[in-house]
């Protein structure tokens, strides 16, 4: 069995060996910025980590975990547009080293490339993965729909929270894994197993970095805790905290959201009182440690011996205690 | 033999059925408004006449038919964000009708939805049917790049500048034929004729293009004669002028183009006046023909009889003599 970092290397290589080195520079240099520019390699990872739950030739699956990766690159380059970031992993996102019409144009080079990685792949079941990558992507630009609609709106409830984030995160990672596991050679029952496995992950996952802006420790987290607080971003910490709180609190809740006159520690401090008061925190932790539970059951029962599953248990924990 | 406007009616018709009509209806609207906004559905008729010059089953080649006529309306959408267009086909732009967010996602969504009808098609050379696409698709935003590139250069060449609307314009003229030939069944050699008289067709039709801006009639161009000039436009007859004017023609043109404080008539009738001295027209004129007259030759290579192609004939004269 291939261990987490030898995966990530493995993946690292390939992405540097496959580099674009033609003309016109201006229209790749940007991608090749976007695919050297670190990150954990998660998703691909799971492609790889699914393919060898089956089969020791994790090779066949290399092409299809490259397209997914890139496809995720791609909509974090056409996001930080949406969102204006100016940082991505440390440095200028594209449309700010660059500009935005060519962060628009090289995203959609980029995103024509991850349909040619995934032309390559070898697999009897070739048209089900397109398929399921192209299905997913489309979920995807659902997800960021939603998550921008969201800014604007005031009634967002936590089911449609957890649709949109299941949307903008949980899919890719689920249909990383189901890919794998099909490349692989995994039986139906086996591959949507992992697919839910992915998909219960990813929201686990989500629900802890929402819960980390709040509760986190500022060392392991890597940025300022309260920063969703102080954007008024609608989290599922707020969304159930307007839920649970009674008239008076909801009132001070609103006010403290809509005060252009406090400070923004004031601000955290405050906001986090009244989730302290509803028990937000518990709550949270609880639905995370729902989600987690399921997706490790669903695991459980893909059907081949404890030993292969170990890595991909690890790659789940390591997601979940994550620093960002 | 389908006729041109039979086959305009079934892609119409084809693209009202399928019309997306599911939530998040932000993200599928601007989809929606951008296919049912006309055209002339050029290139989805290029490749059911391409296929048909094969088989009688043109209904095999539906699925890639949408496929390029909406990849083709998803790069309109992104380049009109870029250009910062307002209006195409006499209705507000996406992104002024909506935002330049929804045009960013909605165009995303729509090359996915691209993929989605390719990946329909049933035919035995599948995969090679998703290279050329795939390979297309690239092109285009290679040849939307020079084109950005191009505005803020001074020294663009003629064969540069060719390569440029190839890339845009011609190539998904090129792959609609040859896709639509291989689903009908052509041999290699006929694909590769159709792929290359569709592309000559491009080049010709772009390069009418440019000319008409000039030397239109404004009642069948249907805009105001000389855009390209007053907004100092690298089109095929400025390259050409700069290319053959004497140093006082040169001067003359660069003074002209620069100059602020003459009329917008002004500025069209002094450079007119120089592309007439430099027989600029006739020149052009000369390639359009050129290649008008490889195309013709290529189409005519290819084996099936005369009577079969006479449709095709058609639209490529049509093309060059139409009105924009």
Redesign the interface.
């Known amino acids: 069995m291939y261990q987490i970092n030898e995966l990530q290397a493995i993946i690292n290589k390939e992405i540097e060996t496959r580099k674009i080195g033609r003309e016109?520079f201006?229209?790749y240099d940007p991608i090749n910025y976007s695919l050297s520019n670190g990150g954990k390699r998660v998703r691909p990872i799971l492609t790889l980590m699914a393919c060898n739950l089956f089969s020791e030739e994790i090779n066949q699956a290399i092409d299809a975990a490259l397209a997914i990766e890139i496809f995720h690159n791609f909509t974090l380059l056409?996001d930080d547009?949406?969102d204006k970031a100016e940082i991505r992993r440390g440095k200028p996102t594209i449309h700010k080293k660059w500009n935005e019409?060519t962060a628009?144009?090289s995203?959609?080079?980029m995103?024509?490339?991850s349909?040619?990685f995934l032309?390559e792949t070898k697999t009897t079941k070739f048209?089900e993965v397109?398929?399921i990558f192209?299905h997913t992507?489309?979920e995807v630009?659902?997800g960021?729909?939603?998550d921008?609609?969201f800014e604007t709106r005031k009634d967002v409830s936590e089911k449609e929270y957890l649709r949109m984030i299941e949307l903008k995160t949980s899919v890719l990672l689920a249909a990383a894994l189901k890919i794998g596991a099909i490349i692989g050679g995994a039986g139906e029952k086996d591959a949507d197993l992992l697919y839910d496995f992915g998909k219960n992950i990813g929201l686990a996952f989500q629900l802890q970095d929402d819960l980390l802006d709040v509760y986190g420790d500022t060392k392991t987290f890597g940025k300022e805790i309260g920063g969703d607080i102080v954007a008024n971003k609608k989290t599922f910490l707020l969304i159930k905290a307007k839920q649970l709180a009674g008239k008076d609190d909801k009132e001070l809740l609103e006010k403290f959201l809509n005060d252009q006159n406090i400070t923004r520690n004031e601000k955290v401090s405050k906001v986090t009182s009244i989730y302290n008061k509803l028990g937000i925190k518990e709550l949270t932790q609880e639905i995370i440690t729902e989600y987690n539970t399921r997706a490790m059951n669903q695991l459980q029962e893909v059907s081949v011996q404890y030993e292969r599953k170990t890595e991909l248990i690890k790659l789940a924990e390591s997601l979940l205690k994550r620093e960002k």
Chains 1, 2 share one sequence.
């Open positions: 016109p201006s229209l056409h547009i949406m019409n628009i144009l995203g959609d080079a995103f024509i490339k349909y040619d032309f048209k397109l398929q192209n992507a489309l630009c659902e960021q729909q939603y921008m609609e």
